[in-house]
């Protein structure tokens, strides 16, 4: 009887442990909600990922990341996808900052070919000497290896489609490898 008992605990410890860690984060994502769909970029946390990974130019203050839907660490090709891209200048932790080049795009494949592809950009603009742009970056930390931030508007069709816009804010955590 003692046994079962000491064997039932084990099981549950065991089990408890399992759900926390397979709720916790990821260590790499950007999760957004654009154009009514869900955007699940998630990624292993390091700079050299086939699914997300971003570069830092510390002399030109300029980071650069891209994200596919991935499954099992590899990119999906088939059936509907999403990829995001940015690149922002640094600035200052909290504060919304313009970003020039943003686009978003979803490609639709059938049998691992493209069978329809559609695109959407930042639009940017100057008021002045400075820049301005349909999306806005937040950057909320950046410890050398992982920028986390997130980011909000209004990304524009350069081919007639309708504009689409990032429901409230979308969120990210990038591995950066540092140039």
Request: glycine residues 12%.
């Amino acid at each position: 009887m003692r046994n079962r008992w000491a064997l039932a605990v084990l099981v549950a410890v065991a089990l408890s442990g399992g759900a926390e860690q397979a709720s916790a984060k990821p260590k790499s994502f950007v999760f957004a909600k654009i154009n009514g769909q869900k955007l699940n970029v998630t990624g292993k946390g390091k700079p050299t990922d086939k699914c997300l990974n971003g570069i830092y130019n510390a002399t030109s203050g300029v980071f650069t990341f891209g994200g596919v839907e991935c499954r099992h660490g590899r990119p999906i090709p088939r059936g509907h996808v999403q990829v995001v891209g940015f690149a922002c200048s640094i600035s200052p932790l909290g504060q919304p900052t313009p970003c020039p080049v943003a686009s978003y795009s979803e490609l639709t494949f059938k049998r691992y070919a493209i069978v329809s592809e559609k695109d959407w950009v930042a639009t940017v603009g100057f008021d002045g000497p400075n820049v301005t742009s349909t999306i806005t970056v937040t950057l909320d930390s950046f410890d050398g290896t992982i920028l986390r931030g997130r980011f909000s508007g209004v990304y524009d069709s350069q081919t007639g489609d309708p504009s689409v816009a990032i429901d409230g804010e979308g969120t990210f955590a990038v591995p950066m490898k540092v140039q």
